[in-house]
């Protein structure tokens, strides 16, 4: 005997859109869900998945039968660029969208234990004793490993 079930399958009627808040340190992915009943929503970052954390809010509001879904990042670093995927499961079907997040060099927040950039020692010049080579000098600290260019 075959029971056929009322409702409507996960869609994304909002695919997911990035909201900055706080200067960049606070991200907000936010999408609109139809479903009815009401889905599971989960996300993942680069394939792993995203739980409830300090740093990580999960949440689905509903509004009639359409579900908000938001995944909040606190603190944001370096770390957190890459893809996210939102899936979307009830027991009429599922759905997933992507979004990417990606920073620009200049403005990428730091790492939580990166250092920047810092001169230790200033340049010096040396010169070989048979004077045929010059070398310039210098000593740094930072990371990810600074590139160096003269």
């Not at 995927?85 to 620009?104: R, Y």
């Not at 001169?119 to 990371?143: A, H, M, N, Y």
């Amino acid at each position: 005997m075959c029971r056929q079930i009322d409702g409507i399958a996960p869609t994304f009627s909002k695919k997911p859109a990035i909201r900055q808040e706080e200067d960049g340190k606070r991200l907000l992915f936010e999408c609109r869900i139809q479903a009815d009943p009401k889905p599971s929503v989960s996300w993942s970052h680069n394939g792993a998945a995203v739980t409830e954390s300090s740093r990580h809010r999960l949440t689905v509001d509903k509004d009639g039968h359409s579900y908000f879904a938001a995944l909040e990042i606190k603190n944001v670093t370096v770390e957190d660029a890459g893809k996210y995927k939102v899936t979307a499961k009830n027991e009429l079907g599922e759905s997933n969208a992507t979004i990417s997040l990606n920073f620009d060099s200049d403005e990428a927040p730091a790492s939580a234990d990166s250092i920047k950039p810092t001169f230790t020692e200033r340049p010096v010049i040396r010169q070989s004793e048979d004077g045929v080579k010059v070398s310039f000098e210098c000593r740094l600290v930072g990371d990810p490993k600074p590139t160096i260019t003269w």
